[in-house]
């Protein structure tokens, strides 16, 4: 199958070198089909490179080649997980450089749409909602459609990750306190740290009567007709000698 050109672009790295060339073939199956030849070349280790066909379907029928290969282009930009930095525009001889950042553009806006659609979604997850109960403020994250972030319930200053697309099993982490797992796992972590909270509330309520009844005891004897010391925790009680009446007794 031969595959003709379509487009050339750069990626640009976040921090503002070009990193990838990528090149777009295709070969036109049909009007809901697409063969597509993507080559990407990186400037910084020939292991990055990649050669890869797929078949495109494209969900309405097309009326040419041009609006099929739009539509894929849109698609393409409208997931981050198919670049590898910011794309800008080096060749074609079917789109114009200005035809080629409007449907960036409009790769971007689909990308916001469906993170938005998903997100609203995503407050219902049972997840969600239990983070949101425990007072631990999810709060959806832009990198991707199905990230949030909570506040850690180990109370320190930092986040769990959320990703609402996951297996059960993995639905959050912490990096910081090692831990993961589904909403179970969550619950039996929030659960035990609210015991320990219990337990330490109830240790200071002993060691609150215990110090009250020690105060209570000094105060009472103070009221006996003994003299005490204060030593340390401890009081030495002094208990005078009983004053023998020598006449009485000799009777
Ligand atoms: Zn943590």
Redesign the pocket.
Known sequence: MEHKHFVTFNQEHFIGFTCFETSISYHFISKTELSILRIDVCFFGSSNNSKKTIVFQLENPVKDEISGLKEFLTDLFSYSGNLHGNPWFVESEMISEKEFYKIKKQGGKRMDERKNKNKVSDQNHPLIIYCAEQNLYPKPEDHSPHSWKAN???G?Q???MISTSSPEEHLWG??????KGGIEELKQWIESKKENIEMKNELAETQKSTISAGEKFSEELKNLPYSTDKIGQGFVIHIPQPQRDDKKNNK
Do not use: E, N
């Open positions: 850690c319930p180990s320190r930092h986040h769990i912490c990096g910081y306190c090692k831990k």
